[in-house]
DNA sequence: CAAAATATGTCAACATGACTGACATAAATA
DNA sequence: TATTTATGTCAGTCATGTTGACATATTTTG
């Protein structure tokens, strides 16, 4: 077997170093993968259609809640999409008074984002469901389920990103415990 | 602290029954859960946007080739869309040469699908980009991390459609073993 | 065998949430 | 003052989902 492996391995034409063969698919967790996630973002969705709402909104409401101040530029960082596509989803959470906008005290130009008690209200009820999902999963799982799948997502994270996502987790955590 | 928690407990008008307050939510899973899902998926979109392929083309491919032989309503199952949906990428990935469908032997109703071996390959060209990501995670946790992340993973999945997600799974593993 | 059910495909219309490109405004900064 | 920055907006397009209606071939049932 350690044969067969051995011999799809190629020599590459350059540099003359032993390339290793691709490691074989991880099938399981490629499809679990898909699955958990599937089923994770269902929950609210079923609670957001009933608003007319989408999962953009959910982003966009979870981050805001998450991230009270928060500049417009941080969030389609965040959301990686173009303002344009934020602007209308945006829009409507502003209308529909689950979030609004406060001028920058030190610079003007910015507009800070916040939930209203309404918008803090369906983003804690929206967190509940997934929450009760992960629950029942550390349930069945035993102790030290949180901590190992902490480290799983978080080493499933792109290296450049990790440390930019793990300090905005923390200082969310923080600013949320002030509220 | 405990004491606070206990204050939260609700007593139900109907039943009389001490209804638990909600667990707090977990926000770094569910936060982890979402940047880690949008890098593992954001791996296979940059080869795919170059094909003018999106993510739906990416599943279709993806459980066709893990179920050779399975039936449009199959697919429909666990993609969770309408035919009108499928209809469009399938017939894209049909007329690019990626997929091919067989009248049911038993059944002459059923189209059967089957990838290609040019959709094989960018099917595993698609799972390697995956797996390349996994498996540095798993380099990083050390061993038992693929044990941990299998059993995280399947205990997110709704519990009613769970065994036949691990049905499905050990027996693709099966069917492409023989191939 | 005729009738009903099943597996699949297709036409039309529409919604959502992304995109690009161009341009506007106000405020900060060089 | 000139430039850059933060934000907003208009217009058009694309990908991927939806509903509803209907067609065709084949199998199953009464």
Redesign the interface.
């Given at each position: 077997m350690s044969a067969k492996i051995a011999a799809l391995s190629e020599r590459s034409a350059e540099t003359g170093a032993t390339t290793a063969a691709?490691?074989?698919?991880?099938?399981?967790?490629?499809?679990?993968?898909?699955?958990?996630?599937?089923?994770?973002v269902?929950d609210p969705d079923e609670v957001l259609s009933k608003l007319t709402f989408g999962r953009a909104h959910h982003?966009v409401l979870?981050f805001v809640n998450?991230n009270p101040g928060m500049k417009v530029a941080d969030l389609l960082d965040i959301l990686?999409i173009t303002k344009q596509s934020l602007g209308r989803v945006l829009k409507q959470l502003i209308d529909q008074g689950f979030v609004v906008q406060k001028e920058g005290a030190q610079d003007r130009r910015q507009r800070l984002l916040f939930v209203t008690p309404k918008g803090e209200a369906l983003s804690?009820k929206l967190?509940?469901l997934?929450?009760?999902?992960?629950?029942?999963?550390?349930g069945?799982?035993g102790p030290g389920?949180?901590e190992?799948?902490?480290?799983?997502?978080?080493?499933?994270?792109?290296s450049d990103?990790r440390d930019g996502?793990l300090r905005?987790?923390a200082r969310?955590?923080h600013a949320?415990a002030q509220t």
């Open positions: 691709p490691a074989p698919p991880i099938w399981d967790i490629i499809e679990l993968l898909f699955f958990a996630y599937r089923d994770f269902g982003r979870h998450r990686n804690l967190a509940q997934q929450t009760a999902r992960i629950n029942r999963a550390f069945e799982l389920a949180h190992a799948a902490r480290r799983f997502l978080t080493a499933m994270i792109d990103n996502v905005q987790i969310a955590d949320k």
